[in-house]
């Protein structure tokens, strides 16, 4: 072997490969970044916050996360659950170290580096994280994009139905901000199908993206769901979010496991509702809502009723008065299809005075009927080939929630990202086929050698009291100290590192001389004592 690798400072971070000119390195991949939607590297920028280079591991996130602070406010954290250090004791903190980076490093004057220009004009429909996301790769392509969504501003979900006790507004805005710096053309307050006509749309660019999302919610089609008092949970949180009155009474019902659900409750309780409950059929353990999500919920006092589904939302003189429930014993039928099942001879009758419906949301796709583009569906859902994201008609691709299902805003800008590739490719004239390079020669990393671990607990994640929490939509999470964080990101195990492929070396030293934290020296035979 011609290289030698010092595991505490290796990033796997994939210099020491570029520069090869023999292709004789490899770098693995940790878990934490294979588990990750868009390969961001956490091994890198903990390495680098624990050498006492917050700036250097920013910046490092952002070479795959232009928009790290909603990441590191809001990501449900894959990367923490395929974690080798889970294996000792508890995973990393990833998320909150990025958050902590967000918070407290400086941020690069220019994140993002616009391509040359190609004349090639995208429109994208959504200003979502997978549309966002579409539009920072498009124009680092060098394509011109313009973004058209119907709300005032960027941010999509992330705007309307994230709270704020989860990211501040400041944070969002922030992020959003990169969109004017790097040139992309904004349409906001201009709904598709009314304001513009799709058809139009396409005759006007080389491609369309949709990025729509899932803003409608579904309908329990039960008797009395259209009454006063019966609310849906997307349009009880958007209200929130933009700051519109609104009340809700003393005693809140809510009904569905998802997270959508479970914010409802939450907000719901801190709007001044006295006792707020959960109706899903899901037992806890299999909530849609993140667990994180659900367990903060229940600390705040908020009952969950899982198993049961709801029946009959009862009145009274026309007023909401409740909803009777049955018991569910199954949620899916055998071929994995949504298929409850009830015993009907289990009942539970609950008192409200306000209901939240938040079973489910689907994209709003009514401007679609302009220009045939009904064709793109295959009965009633959206088709898509999933390896380039393009529709049924040539030059129509779609991304993140409109074609996944709800997800999370991490796997929506991936799902952009994706599709932004195939679009590049697309305008190119471009086979959208072909693997990319760097994905087909990925290594994983090998087995980890935990007696490297350090021998630190993960660090405590303090909150604000219980009162100001559940009365306020003051942040939850009080983020960590520089000392605190430094810590914890020594805890990363390293579990990748380069290592040479084909034995071969030229000893011609760039992969030395660039490895950013020295970790690579090359044992040149001549000088080795």
């Known amino acids: 072997m011609s290289i030698a690798i010092d595991r505490d400072r290796c990033l796997a971070c994939g210099v020491c490969e570029e520069y090869c000119v023999l292709d004789n390195i490899r770098v693995q991949v940790p878990p934490c970044r294979a588990a990750c939607p868009i390969n961001i590297n956490p091994q890198a920028y903990c390495t680098l916050l624990a050498m006492d280079r917050p700036d250097d591991a920013l910046e490092m996130i952002y070479k795959d996360a232009p928009f790290p602070r909603l990441l590191g406010y809001v990501c449900h954290a894959p990367c923490e659950g395929e974690c080798s250090r889970r294996l000792v004791d508890e995973p990393v903190a990833i998320k909150e170290l990025k958050r902590f980076l967000v918070d407290h490093a400086a941020h690069p004057a220019d994140p993002v580096n616009v ?16 549309g966002m996301m579409a539009a920072v790769s498009l124009r680092q392509m060098g394509h011109e994009v313009t973004i058209y969504d119907s709300l005032h ?4 979900m992330a705007l309307v139905g994230i709270p704020r006790f989860h990211l501040p507004e ?3 805005k922030a992020d959003t901000a990169l ?5 992309v053309a904004q349409k906001y307050g201009t709904t598709v199908g009314t304001d513009i006509g799709f058809a139009d749309l396409r005759k006007r660019y080389d491609a369309v993206l949709l990025a729509v999302g899932t803003h409608v919610e579904e309908r329990l089609n039960i008797e009395g769901e259209q009454g006063a008092g019966v609310l849906d949970g997307l349009s009880f949180l958007r209200a929130v979010n933009l700051d519109k009155e609104i009340e809700v009474g003393r005693k809140v019902l809510v009904i569905g496991g998802g997270n959508v659900a479970v914010d409802s409750a939450r907000v719901a309780l801190r709007l001044g509702a006295r006792d707020v409950q959960i109706v899903c059929l899901e037992k806890r353990d299999e909530m849609p809502a993140f667990r994180s999500e659900v367990r903060e919920a229940v600390e705040e006092g908020i009952t969950l009723n899982c198993t049961w589904g709801p029946e009959s939302i009862l009145l009274e003189k026309g007023n909401l008065a409740g909803v009777e429930c049955t018991r569910c014993i199954s949620v899916w039928g055998s071929g994995g299809t949504f298929q409850p099942t009830f015993d009907i001879n289990q009942r539970l009758t609950l008192s409200a005075d306000t ?9 709003d796709v009514a401007f679609l009927a302009d220009g045939n583009a009904r064709d793109i569906f295959k009965g009633n859902a959206l088709w898509v080939n999933t390896f380039t994201m393009e529709t049924r008609l040539k030059g129509l691709f779609a991304a993140g929630d409109m074609v996944s299902g709800p997800s ?7 799902s952009g990202r994706k599709a932004a590739v195939s679009i590049d490719r697309y305008v190119r004239g471009q086979n959208m086929t072909l693997e990319p390079i760097r994905e087909a020669r990925q290594l994983l990393a090998g087995e980890v050698d935990l007696t490297r671990a350090r021998r630190y607990p993960r660090a405590v994640m303090h909150q604000i009291d219980m009162k100001t929490r559940k009365n306020s939509f003051a942040l939850i999470n009080t983020g960590y100290d520089k000392a605190t964080a430094q810590q914890e990101a020594d805890r990363c195990m390293r579990c990748a590192k380069a290592m040479e492929y084909y034995n071969e070396c030229w000893y011609c030293l760039p992969c030395e001389i660039e490895c950013p ?13």
């Open 355 to 363: 209901l939240i419906v938040a079973i489910g949301q689907s994209p």
């Open 179 to 183: 969109l004017d710096r790097i040139g």
């Open 153 to 156: 501003e960027a941010g999509g």
């Open 115 to 130: 391509g040359w220009p190609t004349g090639r004009r995208v429109a994208i429909i959504g200003a979502g994280p997978a």
């Open 517 to 529: 934290t020295e970790a690579l020296r090359l044992e040149i035979p001549f000088l080795v004592s």
């Open 408 to 414: 999370s805003v991490v796997e929506a800008m991936a």
């Open 170 to 172: 400041a944070a969002r």
